[in-house]
């Protein structure tokens, strides 16, 4: 209960703010999380644009770990420094896990490219993420690199 409180609390957060200020953007994923090996799924990403060059955004995504059993749900907050098309930044996270994975908190890092006109558009981005978690009290690493590509509607 107390995850979707703050995943509803956080989406509506992220949709209180001006018009002209914000881009949605949906995404697939691909992950490499060390021990846990690949994983592949899809997220959604909201972005609110405050001073020039700056931004923050929210992210939640799905990733299937089908190696390890196990579905990531992880639930980001980032800061972002845009130049012209590219935007790079760092953030922390929360990642879910729904097997005996243990739910821990993380920080990342990501670098990316987005295209398009008016409020229409692509991005690619490449994330490192620091992710150690725990299975039946052994330290699992699942520390590696995700890489994003998806479509983003900018209002």
Do not use: C
């Not at 930044?89 to 879910?96: D, E, F, I, K």
């Not at 243990?102 to 409020?119: C, H, I, N, P, Q």
């Amino acid at each position: 209960m107390r995850h979707r409180i703050l995943i509803v609390g956080l989406f509506v957060l992220l949709l209180s703010v001006p018009a002209g200020a914000q881009a949605i953007g949906l995404y697939a994923s691909w992950w490499e999380l060390g021990d846990l090996n690949d994983g592949f799924g899809f997220g959604a990403r909201q972005r609110i644009f405050g001073v020039p060059l700056l931004s923050v955004e929210g992210r939640a995504g799905w990733i299937d770990l089908e190696d390890a059993e196990a579905t990531l749900i992880p639930l980001e907050a980032n800061a972002l420094l845009d130049i012209g098309l590219f935007y790079g930044g760092a953030g922390a996270g929360y990642y879910l896990f729904d097997s005996d994975l243990a739910d821990e908190t993380a920080w990342f890092g990501l670098a990316g490219v987005s295209v398009g006109t008016g409020g229409v558009g692509v991005f690619a981005e490449a994330k490192y993420t620091a992710l150690e978690t725990k299975r039946n009290e052994a330290e699992v690493s699942a520390k590696g690199l995700a890489l994003n590509a998806g479509v983003r509607l900018g209002w």
